[in-house]
C-alpha cells in the first residue's frame, strides 16, 4: 500500500479551486521560497528531537529514535514548528490512500471535490494516481495545486483523473526566480503552457511583494504567453497580496504591495485578455 | 380568570402609554392586546391547560385570551392582481406602478392578529409579468421604493416575502437592492429547487444572504409536498397554503416537560402525552372560538373577496427546548450522552419527535379539512420567558458541532416539521470570496435532511436573530432607550441580550 506524508487535511476551504473542497496538505516541498506562509511543510522530519524538550503539553515523545506525536494532547500552541531548526513539523501522519479516502467520505455531501496542495503535491505523483483515481469513483471533482515542478509532459498519466492544475508563477525573471526560490523557472513556464494548451490549468497565482519582485513584468510576460489558450478553457488568475503571516524571521525585510499595486497588475493582466481576476 | 381592578387596569395601561421606546402605533397595539385580554381564555379550555402554561409546559404567545382573528393569514395576492378589489375600490393593475401600489394599499387593510401582512406574497410571480414591460432601470427604481415602503410602513420582521425557485428578472433586481438597502423588512425566503434554480442564482442570492441576511432557502419539494403546490413561507419560516393560513401556533415546552417527569419512562407514559392532550384540546377549544364566535371569518373583507378561506387554515402544534429536553432526561437517567455530540442523545431526541408526530397524526380537528383534519408540527424558534429553552430541535448556542456533523444533525429533525423548523449558519467574510463553496455546502445541507437553511455574514449589521431579521444598530437605539421603526427590534432585545444570539458560532471557510 502507497503512503505518503501528510501535513494536514482541512476539511472545507474555498480558496483551493472552484466550490467548497476538501484540501490536502502533502508535508515536503523540492522549493524554498523565502515569502513561504507555511514554512514548517517544506522539510520532512529529521527526528533531531528539539520539538520534544519544548514541547508544554508533553505531547511529543521519542520512540525508537522517532518523533512520536499525540494528537489528543496538542493544543496547537505550535511551539514544535517555532523552535523546529529544519522548517518542519512533527505533527505530520504517514497515510494511505485509504486513509486518506476514509477521511474525506466523511466531508460527502458537502464537498464538490479535493485539491492536493502542500508542500509540493507532485512530489507523490504515485499516491496522486491512486488517489485520484478513487476520488473520481465517488464522483469528486480532482485539482492539483503545485508548484510546477513535476515535468507533465513526460507524466501525462498522473492528469487521466484530473480535473486541473493549480500553478504558482512565481516570477518570469530566471534570476530573480532563483535567488528567492533557490530553483530554476523553466520548467514551471513549460508546464503551465503544456497544462494550458491541454485545457487543464484551472488557475495560475503569483504572490505579490513591493521589493525584491519584477511584478509587473510577470504579470505582463504570463498573461500573454497564456492569453492564446483562453478558448481552449478559462483560466483564472490570483494575485496575492504578500502577508507577514507565517513567514520566517529572516525573511520579514519582504514588503506588502500597495492597493495601488494590485489594481495595476490587475488591469495588466485584465488588458491582455484575462477576466476572471481574482486579487486576495 | 382575570381578576383584576381598576387601580392595576390604570396602572398598566400608563407604563404603555409613558414607555419612551414605544412608537404611538406600538402602545396602540399594546393597549389592545392589554385589553384583549381581559377576556377570559375559550370557553371548552381544559382546566390542566392553566396549571400547564403556569408551570410553563405549555406557552400560548400571548396570542391574548380572545384572539378575533386568525394568528398567520397568506392572503392569494396573485388572485387579488388578477381581479381587482372592490373593497379597496381597486382595478386590477395595468402596469408596475400600478400593481406595487395596489399591493401596498391591500398591505395595509391586512388586520389579522400580528395587525401587520406575515406574508406579502411570492414578488417575482406578482410583478414579473408588469417589471419585464418596463425599462429595467426604471422597474429597479420602482422596486426600490416598494422595498423601502415595506420596510418602514409596516415595520415588523415577521413580513415574510417569497422569490423563485426559477430566476426572473424581479427576483435578480430584488436581490441586487437587498444589499444596498440593509433592510430588516420585509423576510425574504428563496423557494430552492436544484432542478429548477441554476447554481448562478442560488449563488447571487448567497452573496446577497451574506450581505443582509435575506433570503433564506426553503427545499421547494419538501414544502410542495408537505404543504402543498401552492404553499408560502410566512413569518419566520411557517409553511401555509397561500390563500389559507394558521389559526394558531401554540407551543409545549419540552424541557419543562422533561423538568417535572420522574425520568424517561414517566417522560413518555404521563407527562408529555398529557401536555400533547392538553395544548391538542387547548388549540381545539381557541379554534372553535375563532371559527365559531368571532367576526372575522364570517366578514373580513378578504373572505367576502375569496383572497383567504376558512378551508385551507390549520392549527400549528408547535415545540420548543429538545435539546435540553433530552439533556435533562438523559441527566435523571444518570447517562452521560447529550444532544448533539452523541448518537444515543439524538436518537432520544427523534424518539421524542416520533411520538409527538404519532399523537398529532391522531389528534383530529375539524377545522383542518385541507390537511386531512390534522394540526401540522412547528419547530418554533422561541418567545419571551425561554431561559435555557433552545428554538425548535435546534442545538444550542455555544454547543454547535463543526459544521457538516451539525448539519447533519439537524438533518434528522428537520422532517418532522411541515410548518416551519430551519437552521441558521453566519459564516465570515471568505465566504464572499466564493459563493460557489457556500452553495455546495447549502446543496450538501438539503441533501442530508435539511429543509429550510439560512445565513448571515458575521460582523454585518442586519443579523438573522432566531428567524427574523433585525439591525443591529435598531438593538442598540432601543438599547439606549429611543424608538424605532421596527417594533420587532424590542422582542429581539430578549434573546440577544439573554439567548446569546449574538455569540453564536460564526463558521469560517
Same mark, same amino acid.
Given at each position: 500500500?502507497?503512503?505518503?506524508?501528510?501535513?494536514?487535511?482541512?476539511?472545507?476551504?474555498?480558496?483551493?479551486?472552484?466550490?467548497?473542497?476538501?484540501?490536502?496538505?502533502?508535508?515536503?516541498?523540492?522549493?524554498?521560497?523565502?515569502?513561504?506562509?507555511?514554512?514548517?511543510?517544506?522539510?520532512?522530519?529529521?527526528?533531531?528531537?528539539?520539538?520534544?524538550?519544548?514541547?508544554?503539553?508533553?505531547?511529543?515523545?521519542?520512540?525508537?529514535?522517532?518523533?512520536?506525536?499525540?494528537?489528543?494532547?496538542?493544543?496547537?500552541?505550535?511551539?514544535?514548528?517555532?523552535?523546529?531548526?529544519?522548517?518542519?513539523?512533527?505533527?505530520?501522519?504517514?497515510?494511505?490512500?485509504?486513509?486518506?479516502?476514509?477521511?474525506?467520505?466523511?466531508?460527502?455531501?458537502?464537498?464538490?471535490?479535493?485539491?492536493?496542495?502542500?508542500?509540493?503535491?507532485?512530489?507523490?505523483?504515485t499516491f496522486i494516481k491512486a488517489l485520484f483515481k478513487e476520488a473520481k469513483a465517488l464522483n469528486l471533482s480532482t485539482l492539483l495545486d503545485s508548484n510546477g515542478t513535476y515535468d507533465f509532459t513526460l507524466d501525462p498519466e498522473i492528469l487521466d483523473h484530473c480535473d486541473g492544475v493549480i500553478i504558482d508563477i512565481k516570477a518570469i525573471n530566471?534570476?530573480?526566480?532563483?535567488?528567492?526560490?533557490?530553483?530554476?523557472?523553466?520548467?514551471?513556464?513549460?508546464?503551465?503552457?503544456?497544462?494550458?494548451?491541454?485545457?487543464?490549468?484551472?488557475?495560475?497565482?503569483?504572490?505579490?511583494?513591493?521589493?525584491?519582485?519584477?511584478?509587473?513584468?510577470?504579470?505582463?510576460?504570463?498573461?500573454?504567453?497564456?492569453?492564446?489558450?483562453?478558448?481552449?478553457?478559462?483560466?483564472?488568475?490570483?494575485?496575492?497580496?504578500?502577508?507577514?503571516?507565517?513567514?520566517?524571521?529572516?525573511?520579514?525585510?519582504?514588503?506588502?504591495?500597495?492597493?495601488?499595486?494590485?489594481?495595476?497588475?490587475?488591469?495588466?493582466?485584465?488588458?491582455?485578455?484575462?477576466?476572471?481576476?481574482?486579487?486576495? | 380568570?382575570?381578576?383584576?381592578?381598576? /387601580?392595576?387596569?390604570?396602572?398598566?395601561?400608563?407604563?404603555?402609554?409613558?414607555?419612551?421606546?414605544?412608537?404611538?402605533?406600538?402602545?396602540?397595539?399594546?393597549?389592545?392586546?392589554?385589553?384583549?385580554?381581559?377576556?377570559?381564555?375559550?370557553?371548552?379550555?381544559?382546566?390542566?391547560?392553566?396549571?400547564?402554561?403556569?408551570?410553563?409546559?405549555?406557552?400560548?404567545?400571548?396570542?391574548?385570551?380572545?384572539?378575533?382573528?386568525?394568528?398567520?393569514?397568506?392572503? +392569494?395576492?396573485?388572485?387579488?392582481?388578477?381581479?381587482?378589489?372592490?373593497?379597496?375600490?381597486?382595478?386590477?393593475?395595468?402596469?408596475?406602478?400600478?400593481?406595487?401600489?395596489?399591493?401596498?394599499?391591500?398591505?395595509?387593510?391586512?388586520?389579522?392578529?400580528?395587525?401587520?401582512?406575515?406574508?406579502?406574497?411570492?414578488?417575482?410571480?406578482?410583478?414579473?409579468?408588469?417589471?419585464?414591460?418596463?425599462?429595467?432601470?426604471?422597474?429597479?427604481?420602482?422596486?426600490?421604493?416598494?422595498?423601502?415602503?415595506?420596510?418602514?410602513?409596516?415595520?415588523?420582521?415577521?413580513?415574510?416575502?417569497?422569490?423563485?425557485?426559477?430566476?426572473?428578472?424581479?427576483? +435578480?433586481?430584488?436581490?441586487?437592492?437587498?444589499?444596498?438597502?440593509?433592510?430588516?423588512?420585509?423576510?425574504?425566503?428563496?423557494?430552492?429547487?436544484?432542478?429548477?434554480?441554476?447554481?448562478?442564482?442560488?449563488?447571487?442570492?448567497?452573496?446577497?444572504?451574506?450581505?443582509?441576511?435575506?433570503?433564506?432557502?426553503?427545499?421547494?419539494?419538501?414544502?410542495?409536498?408537505?404543504?402543498? +403546490?401552492?404553499?408560502?413561507?410566512?413569518?419566520?419560516?411557517?409553511?401555509?397554503?397561500?390563500?389559507?393560513?394558521?389559526?394558531?401556533?401554540?407551543?409545549?415546552?419540552?424541557?419543562?416537560?422533561?423538568?417535572?417527569?420522574?425520568?424517561?419512562?414517566?417522560?413518555?407514559?404521563?407527562?408529555?402525552?398529557?401536555?400533547c392532550k392538553t395544548q391538542a384540546q387547548f388549540m381545539d377549544a381557541k379554534i372553535a372560538s375563532i371559527v365559531e364566535n368571532r367576526a372575522f371569518f364570517k366578514s373580513d373583507w378578504l373572505v367576502k373577496e375569496g383572497l383567504i378561506s376558512r378551508d385551507k387554515f390549520v392549527g400549528l402544534f408547535g415545540i420548543v427546548g429538545l435539546n435540553?429536553?433530552?439533556?435533562?432526561?438523559?441527566?435523571?437517567?444518570?447517562?452521560?450522552?447529550?444532544?448533539?455530540? /452523541?448518537?444515543?442523545?439524538?436518537?432520544?431526541?427523534?424518539?421524542?419527535?416520533?411520538?409527538?408526530?404519532?399523537?398529532?397524526?391522531?389528534?383530529?380537528?375539524?377545522?383542518?379539512?385541507?390537511?386531512?383534519?390534522?394540526?401540522?408540527?412547528?419547530?418554533?424558534?422561541?418567545?419571551?420567558?425561554?431561559?435555557?429553552?433552545?428554538?425548535?430541535?435546534?442545538?444550542?448556542?455555544?454547543?454547535?458541532?463543526?459544521?457538516?456533523?451539525?448539519?447533519?444533525?439537524?438533518?434528522?429533525?428537520?422532517?418532522?416539521?411541515?410548518?416551519?423548523?430551519?437552521?441558521?449558519?453566519?459564516?465570515?467574510?471568505?465566504?464572499?470570496?466564493?459563493?460557489?463553496?457556500?452553495?455546495?455546502?447549502?446543496?450538501?445541507?438539503?441533501?442530508?435532511?435539511? %429543509?429550510?437553511?439560512?445565513?448571515?455574514?458575521?460582523?454585518? +449589521?442586519?443579523?438573522?436573530?432566531?428567524?427574523?431579521?433585525?439591525?443591529?444598530?435598531?438593538?442598540? %437605539?432601543?438599547?439606549?432607550?429611543?424608538?424605532?421603526?421596527?417594533?420587532?427590534?424590542?422582542?429581539?432585545?430578549?434573546?440577544?441580550?439573554?439567548?446569546?444570539?449574538?455569540?453564536?458560532?460564526?463558521?469560517?471557510?
Amino acid at each position: 500500500m502507497i503512503k505518503a506524508v501528510v501535513n494536514k487535511i482541512i476539511d472545507h476551504s474555498v480558496v483551493d479551486g472552484v466550490g467548497n473542497r476538501s484540501v490536502i496538505f502533502f508535508q515536503g516541498c523540492n522549493l524554498n521560497c523565502h515569502y513561504c506562509h507555511n514554512p514548517e511543510t517544506i522539510n520532512h522530519c529529521y527526528h533531531c528531537g528539539v520539538c520534544v524538550t519544548h514541547c508544554p503539553q508533553k505531547a511529543l515523545s521519542f520512540q525508537d529514535d522517532k518523533v512520536v506525536y499525540d494528537r489528543l494532547k496538542c493544543v496547537d500552541c505550535d511551539t514544535c514548528i517555532k523552535v523546529c531548526p529544519y522548517d518542519s513539523s512533527p505533527k505530520t501522519a504517514l497515510l494511505s490512500v485509504d486513509d486518506v479516502l476514509t477521511k474525506i467520505k466523511q466531508n460527502i455531501p458537502f464537498i464538490r471535490g479535493i485539491t492536493l496542495s502542500g508542500g509540493e503535491c507532485t512530489l507523490n505523483a504515485t499516491f496522486i494516481k491512486a488517489l485520484f483515481k478513487e476520488a473520481k469513483a465517488l464522483n469528486l471533482s480532482t485539482l492539483l495545486d503545485s508548484n510546477g515542478t513535476y515535468d507533465f509532459t513526460l507524466d501525462p498519466e498522473i492528469l487521466d483523473h484530473c480535473d486541473g492544475v493549480i500553478i504558482d508563477i512565481k516570477a518570469i525573471n530566471a534570476h530573480i526566480h532563483q535567488s528567492i526560490t533557490k530553483a530554476d523557472n523553466q520548467l514551471i513556464i513549460k508546464n503551465a503552457q503544456y497544462l494550458a494548451q491541454i485545457g487543464k490549468l484551472t488557475e495560475i497565482r503569483t504572490v505579490v511583494i513591493a521589493n525584491i519582485l519584477d511584478n509587473h513584468h510577470t504579470v505582463d510576460q504570463i498573461t500573454k504567453l497564456l492569453a492564446p489558450y483562453l478558448t481552449i478553457s478559462p483560466i483564472s488568475y490570483k494575485l496575492i497580496k504578500y502577508r507577514h503571516f507565517g513567514v520566517r524571521k529572516k525573511y520579514l525585510y519582504l514588503q506588502e504591495p500597495s492597493d495601488d499595486l494590485m489594481n495595476e497588475l490587475q488591469v495588466i493582466a485584465y488588458n491582455n485578455g484575462f477576466n476572471d481576476i481574482i486579487l486576495i | 380568570m382575570t381578576n383584576i381592578n381598576y /387601580d392595576e387596569i390604570v396602572k398598566a395601561v400608563e407604563a404603555i402609554v409613558n414607555d419612551n421606546t414605544k412608537t404611538h402605533d406600538q402602545m396602540g397595539m399594546a393597549l389592545a392586546k392589554f385589553a384583549e385580554d381581559l377576556l377570559p381564555y375559550p370557553k371548552s379550555t381544559p382546566e390542566e391547560f392553566y396549571r400547564l402554561l403556569a408551570n410553563k409546559e405549555i406557552c400560548d404567545l400571548n396570542e391574548g385570551h380572545g384572539p378575533y382573528s386568525a394568528r398567520y393569514i397568506l392572503p +392569494d395576492y396573485e388572485k387579488f392582481l388578477k381581479q381587482g378589489s372592490s373593497f379597496l375600490r381597486l382595478e386590477p393593475p395595468t402596469n408596475l406602478l400600478e400593481a406595487i401600489n395596489s399591493l401596498i394599499i391591500m398591505y395595509r387593510n391586512i388586520h389579522a392578529l400580528d395587525r401587520y401582512p406575515v406574508f406579502i406574497g411570492r414578488l417575482d410571480i406578482l410583478l414579473e409579468s408588469f417589471v419585464i414591460t418596463e425599462d429595467r432601470a426604471y422597474a429597479k427604481e420602482l422596486l426600490k421604493w416598494f422595498l423601502i415602503q415595506i420596510d418602514r410602513s409596516i415595520g415588523y420582521s415577521f413580513c415574510q416575502a417569497n422569490i423563485g425557485p426559477t430566476p426572473s428578472v424581479t427576483a +435578480d433586481i430584488i436581490l441586487e437592492l437587498l444589499p444596498e438597502l440593509q433592510i430588516s423588512v420585509p423576510n425574504m425566503t428563496l423557494r430552492y429547487d436544484p432542478e429548477l434554480t441554476p447554481d448562478d442564482f442560488a449563488q447571487k442570492a448567497l452573496v446577497t444572504a451574506l450581505k443582509s441576511a435575506n433570503p433564506a432557502f426553503a427545499l421547494d419539494s419538501f414544502y410542495k409536498e408537505r404543504i402543498g +403546490d401552492n404553499y408560502g413561507i410566512a413569518s419566520c419560516y411557517n409553511g401555509l397554503l397561500i390563500g389559507g393560513g394558521a389559526y394558531t401556533l401554540t407551543r409545549i415546552r419540552l424541557n419543562k416537560v422533561a423538568e417535572h417527569s420522574k425520568g424517561l419512562n414517566d417522560f413518555f407514559e404521563n407527562t408529555l402525552i398529557n401536555a400533547c392532550k392538553t395544548q391538542a384540546q387547548f388549540m381545539d377549544a381557541k379554534i372553535a372560538s375563532i371559527v365559531e364566535n368571532r367576526a372575522f371569518f364570517k366578514s373580513d373583507w378578504l373572505v367576502k373577496e375569496g383572497l383567504i378561506s376558512r378551508d385551507k387554515f390549520v392549527g400549528l402544534f408547535g415545540i420548543v427546548g429538545l435539546n435540553e429536553c433530552v439533556d435533562i432526561l438523559m441527566t435523571k437517567e444518570n447517562k452521560p450522552e447529550r444532544y448533539g455530540t /452523541d448518537h444515543s442523545a439524538n436518537e432520544l431526541g427523534v424518539k421524542i419527535m416520533e411520538f409527538i408526530e404519532t399523537f398529532v397524526k391522531k389528534h383530529h380537528n375539524k377545522y383542518c379539512e385541507a390537511f386531512n383534519n390534522n394540526f401540522l408540527l412547528h419547530a418554533q424558534v422561541g418567545a419571551a420567558d425561554d431561559d435555557d429553552t433552545s428554538p425548535g430541535a435546534r442545538i444550542a448556542i455555544g454547543k454547535e458541532l463543526p459544521l457538516y456533523d451539525h448539519i447533519r444533525q439537524a438533518g434528522l429533525f428537520h422532517h418532522f416539521f411541515p410548518s416551519g423548523v430551519g437552521d441558521i449558519f453566519p459564516f465570515d467574510h471568505t465566504a464572499l470570496r466564493n459563493p460557489s463553496a457556500l452553495l455546495d455546502i447549502f446543496k450538501g445541507a438539503f441533501k442530508s435532511g435539511v %429543509k429550510y437553511l439560512s445565513t448571515y455574514e458575521g460582523s454585518g +449589521d442586519l443579523i438573522r436573530v432566531t428567524g427574523y431579521l433585525v439591525k443591529r444598530s435598531d438593538i442598540e %437605539k432601543v438599547k439606549n432607550g429611543e424608538a424605532v421603526i421596527n417594533g420587532s427590534v424590542s422582542l429581539a432585545l430578549d434573546p440577544i441580550e439573554n439567548r446569546k444570539i449574538n455569540q453564536r458560532k460564526v463558521r469560517n471557510l
